[in-house]
């Protein structure tokens, strides 16, 4: 059976791991500040907090920008719920938007309708590594009649004097847009480090910050540190490094979302070789998918690079013209039956029961329906061969051969 996205787990990783373990220092220390200072300096942003997944990354980032009850986030109808469910933990409403067909990512020219006086921030996905429009987003917040109409509530708010734009990027670390990697696109940026993403510590994220001037990133980092760590005003590190220095304050009642430094031992290793080997590796397995379906009339490959982006090769999601939710399924069963793992990325958000039950329906979506309906997601990891990509396309080819 060809699997879907085993993470890539080699001696290297293993013996820094190890490495970390006999240091005896297994939580966050020494190998996640280094990690977050190579994340910076490979994103090009300001400063890096390294966190245990994207979902309280992005958590701590509304939190840290004071959403809350009565506020509105603009979240794109077709992503992983959790760029919904966080806003719901801080008790503001997720205010869905359709897609664009070709990229999956959230339609720029639909969200001006949707924000209001109570809009705080938005948060795009780059769905399977390829870049949300920033351009078009970070002009739209930008507007003057749209920072006329924001109601700052806080300080953070009213430094702003805007919306907050905040990238779900948990598939598009090292994706290019207009020169420049994800993570330096806009405002903050969340990567997602779980186990089927393109880069793994298991579990992880990061949240790269990457504010206007207005904003101190360093103080930003400084105080977000804190606060995913109880609020306590020295973290393990610092009490251990002098004499007497056992005392600390909790200056807020903080969150718990730190890494381990074994988490980052596996980060450090991955991303020394990311841009070269592992995004050159995943680029090559979509190149020949693409090859292979550029035969049939019938496939629709994803958009994986245009004039401005370039993905990160995370999911190759590709469809199949014409076709019903229903048949598309039975596709899958057909391919499962050629000894080949796929997946559906995503059930739109209104799929879900969470959300059908709060009232949000698919017909107000239909591109997201449109897209999700014949989209099948093929294997793409390290470890994938030739051979394997091939026995891939064969059986994506059997399983049309049958319902046609
Ligand atoms: C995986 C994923 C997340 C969540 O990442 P975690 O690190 O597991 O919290 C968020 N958004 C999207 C789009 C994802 O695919």
Not at 63 to 76: L, N, S, Y
Not at 353 to 374: C, E, H, I, T, W
């Amino acid at each position: 059976m060809i699997p879907f996205s085993p993470p890539r787990i080699d001696d290297e990783i293993i013996a820094e791991v190890v490495a970390a373990m006999k240091s005896g220092w297994i939580t966050t220390g020494p190998r996640t500040k280094n990690f977050e200072r190579m994340l910076t300096a490979f994103n090009g942003n300001q400063s890096t907090l390294c966190v245990n997944s994207a979902t309280a990354g992005l958590e701590l980032v509304l939190r840290w920008f004071g959403v809350g009850p009565g506020d509105e986030v603009i979240v794109p109808a077709y992503t992983y719920c959790a760029t919904a469910n966080v806003v719901l933990h801080c008790g503001a409403t997720p205010v869905m938007v359709d897609v664009l067909p070709d990229t999956f990512n959230i339609d720029p020219d639909k969200i001006a309708e949707k924000i209001s006086a109570c809009t705080k921030a938005i948060i795009p996905v780059d769905i399977a590594g390829f870049p949300a429009d920033y351009d078009a987003i970070n002009q739209l917040v930008n507007n003057e009649e749209l920072r006329r109409k924001f109601t700052p509530r806080n300080p953070n708010q009213r430094k702003l004097g805007r919306i907050l734009v905040l990238s779900d990027a948990a598939h598009s670390l090292g994706a290019i847009y207009n020169g420049k990697s994800t993570g330096s696109l806009c405002d903050i940026t969340v990567f997602s480090f779980h186990a089927v993403k393109n880069l793994t510590t298991a579990e992880g994220g990061a949240i790269a910050f990457n504010l206007p001037e207005s904003f101190d990133n360093e103080e930003v980092y400084k105080f977000c540190n804190i606060f995913g760590l109880h609020g306590q005003s020295k973290d393990a590190l610092a009490k251990l490094s002098g004499k007497a220095s056992w005392k600390y304050d909790v200056i807020m009642p903080g969150y718990k979302v730190n890494m381990t430094d074994m988490q980052a031992a596996m980060g450090i290793v991955e991303l020394r070789r990311y841009r070269e080997d592992t995004l050159q590796k995943r680029k090559a397995i979509f190149e020949y998918y693409q090859t292979a379906f550029a035969k049939y009339d019938w496939a629709i490959s994803p958009t994986c690079r245009d004039k401005k982006s370039e993905s990160s090769y995370h999911v190759y999601l590709l469809r199949i013209k014409n076709i019903s939710e229903e048949i598309r399924d039975n596709m899958i069963i057909d391919i499962f039956g050629s000894e080949v793992s796929v997946n559906v990325h995503f059930q739109p958000l209104p799929l879900l029961s969470a959300y059908k039950y709060l009232g949000y329906r698919m017909q107000d979506f239909p591109v997201a329906y449109a897209n999700y309906a014949n989209e099948i997601s093929l294997p793409v990891f390290y470890d994938l061969t030739e051979e394997m990509c091939q026995q891939v396309v064969e059986a994506v080819v059997h399983a049309y051969n049958q319902i046609k």
